[in-house]
C-alpha cells in the first residue's frame, strides 16, 4: 500500500498553540485513504526534529513526505521549493540550542529542491479559494533542517518537501495577524497530500520571484 508521511511542529517562541501541528491532527482524523497516511507532531529542536523524521521515514518507508510547519506573518500557505543546507537560528530552540552557520546535513549540497510538484500544489490550494504562493526561502530554523533532512534521507522514488502555513485564526497571537483558519490550513495540507500522489510532473507555468 501507498505510504504518506505528513508531519507537523509543537509549539515554539512563546505561542501556545502550532497551526502545522493542530492541522495535521485535522487531516489524521479525516484521512479516508485508499493510501495509507502516517502522521506526526514533531518538536521544535534541530536534534530531535531530524532524529524523528529519519526514524519515521526508516519505519515506515513512505512514497511521498510532506512536512509543514508555521511561519507566522505570512498571509497564504508557503509551498516551499527550496530547502538550503544551513541552519542560522535567530531565537534558541524548544531545547535551548541555538547553533550559527552550520550546516543542517554536513557534506550535502549547499542546496536542494523540493521533489513534489510545488507549483501544481500552490495552483490546486489556491482554486480551492485558500490564499497560496510558492516560496523560495523556508528560512533557516528547524522548518527549513526538517526540510533538508526530508530531501537527504528520501530514497529513490520518494517524494519530499515541506509547507509553510500562516497562523490560525482560532489562536493569532494579536488581533492584526495575518491567519487562515485552522480548517483551511488542514484543507491545504489535504490538497498537497493528495496532489502529491496524483501528479508526477509538476504544472509548467510561471511562479518565480522578482524579490
Not at 502522521?39 to 529519519?54: E, K, N, Q, Y
Not at 488581533?175 to 487562515?180: M, V, Y
Not at 496532489?195 to 522578482?210: E, H, I, K, R
Request: proline share 8%; aromatic share 4%.
Amino acid at each position: 500500500m501507498t505510504t504518506v508521511l505528513l508531519t507537523g511542529f509543537e509549539p515554539f517562541g512563546g505561542d501556545a498553540v502550532n497551526p502545522s501541528g493542530e492541522a495535521v491532527h485535522l487531516v489524521a482524523e479525516r484521512w479516508s485513504g485508499p493510501e495509507r497516511l502516517v502522521t506526526a507532531v514533531l518538536p521544535v529542536t534541530f536534534a530531535g526534529a531530524a532524529d524523528r523524521l529519519r526514524a519515521l521515514m526508516a519505519e515506515h518507508r513512505p512514497e511521498a513526505v510532506i512536512a509543514a510547519g508555521l511561519a507566522g506573518g505570512r498571509e497564504a500557505i508557503g509551498v516551499e521549493r527550496v530547502a538550503v543546507n544551513l541552519v542560522d537560528a535567530r531565537i534558541p530552540d524548544n531545547d535551548g540550542a541555538q547553533p550559527v552557520d552550520q550546516p543542517s546535513v554536513p557534506d550535502a549540497p549547499p542546496a536542494r529542491f523540493a521533489t513534489l510538484p510545488v507549483k501544481e500544489i500552490a495552483r490546486r490550494i489556491a482554486a480551492a479559494g485558500i490564499p497560496a504562493e510558492v516560496s523560495y526561502t523556508a528560512g533557516t530554523f528547524v522548518c527549513n533542517h526538517v526540510f533538508s533532512t526530508a530531501l537527504e534521507v528520501a530514497a529513490s522514488g520518494t517524494r519530499a518537501g515541506f509547507v509553510h502555513v500562516p497562523w490560525s485564526a482560532e489562536h493569532a497571537p494579536s488581533a492584526g495577524s495575518a491567519t487562515l483558519p485552522v480548517a483551511d490550513i488542514a484543507r491545504a495540507l489535504e490538497i498537497a497530500v493528495r496532489t502529491s500522489l496524483d501528479v508526477a510532473a509538476d504544472a509548467a507555468v510561471p511562479g518565480g520571484a522578482l524579490h
